[in-house]
């Protein structure tokens, strides 16, 4: 008896045009909103598009804050693309947010002891080089381990971040002679270390660094040898050995990489945005960022655009609960609709749902 086909199944799309990828990817937000207006009007009476502005007043209300969603969403980008060469060969760095502590730590003792007595170009180039070389570091203990005994790599790294915080609080407890467990903002009379100001802009040279870090990632991964080598050792490490390649070499290279990245990140963020350090210094930033690069499909250019939607989403949330005394976690809600159906058109773009066909046709 033969079997009859069912009714509704799902298949794999031999190929999506990027035409039909755009469009996709514009119904599904568009969608997002048609839910997220449903959602506000049962739960809140409140008109949608009032909220809708709302939120494009949160992240582009004034000249500042146009600024401010800039400058976070060039952070997020570098921890993102600090990300993705790990991503790529499929190490499973959840390590971020200790890498950028240690790399904030750096930068904040380097302020905190020459930020007076080294002048400021020559301390942010130092700084920028130990940042790069601690974040590596704590990128390098969980890559040898695991080219050495195959550990779990997702345990280790994301314990390491418990071990940075302690280490922060430990330097934190040191520096504060209030003991007030913060150190307050790090010469703020003399402003040593902090970054300078390029044609007025208090944040252009953030852009401006994050800007060839992506740009280097971009031709690191698609155009040389070791990006090749990552791709080979992603997809097969038996692939990559029998082709020759040298697996430990690579995985521990490519989170030296990944770490070092990381870790300029956290000297972004002490020495250019905060000028102080914390436990609280990565902020949950290292987390998005792994959503963000998968969004992204571990692409370089692709992520400043998820990451441009993830910081406009969450600066829109925090001023809709502001105007409209939206609980909290209500507003939030409105984040997770967007991002659920972004993931949703990827669904869309690779596969496709067939229905049974009439017999006799």
């Not at 079997?3 to 298949?11: D, Y």
């Not at 302020?111 to 974040?135: D, E, Q």
């Not at 690779?350 to 017999?359: A, D, M």
Request: with cysteine; aromatic share 14%; charged share 15%.
């Amino acid at each position: 008896m033969d079997k009859k086909e069912p009714l509704i199944r799902v298949r794999k799309k031999n190929d999506c045009p990027f035409w039909q990828k755009i469009l996709i990817k514009v119904i599904f937000v568009l969608l997002a909103l048609v839910i997220s207006a449903v959602f506000i009007n049962l739960v809140t009476k409140l008109n949608p598009l009032e909220v809708y502005s709302s939120m494009f007043r949160g992240a582009f209300g004034t000249k500042r804050r146009i600024w401010i969603t800039v400058r976070d969403t060039a952070l997020l980008i570098c921890i993102a693309v600090g990300l993705a060469p790990a991503f790529r060969m499929k190490f499973w760095n959840t390590g971020a947010e200790g890498q950028i502590l240690m790399g904030g730590l750096s930068t904040a003792a380097l302020m905190i002891y020459f930020g007076n007595r080294i002048p400021t170009p020559i301390l942010l180039v130092i700084m920028f080089v130990v940042a790069a070389v601690c974040g590596a570091a704590w990128g390098f203990l969980p890559s040898y381990f695991k080219a050495k005994f195959n550990t779990n790599e997702t345990l280790f790294t994301l314990m390491m971040n418990y071990v940075a915080m302690q280490i922060i609080e430990f330097f934190v407890d040191v520096w504060d002679k209030k003991q007030a467990h913060s150190v307050g903002v790090i010469n703020a009379e003399t402003s040593g270390g902090w970054f300078p100001e390029l044609f007025g802009q208090q944040y252009l040279l953030i852009i401006l660094i994050v800007a060839i870090i992506t740009v280097v990632v971009f031709v690191y991964l698609r155009y040389t040898k070791h990006g090749y080598e990552i791709a080979v050792t992603g997809e097969s490490e038996s692939t990559a050995k029998y082709t020759g390649i040298n697996v430990p070499n690579v995985i521990v290279r490519t989170m030296l990489v990944s770490g070092a990245i990381c870790g300029i990140a956290g000297f972004i963020e002490v020495a250019g945005i905060s000028h102080s350090i914390s436990i609280k210094t990565a902020g949950g930033r290292g987390f998005t960022a792994i959503i963000v690069t998968w969004l992204a499909k571990l692409h370089p250019f692709v992520i400043v655009l998820y990451s441009f939607l993830i910081i406009f989403l969450n600066k829109g949330a925090i001023q809709i609960a502001s105007d409209f005394n939206f609980n909290e976690y209500a507003s939030q809600v409105i984040t997770g609709i967007m991002l659920f159906c972004i993931l949703a058109s990827d669904f869309f773009e690779n596969y496709e749902i067939v229905f049974r066909h009439k017999e006799g046709k």
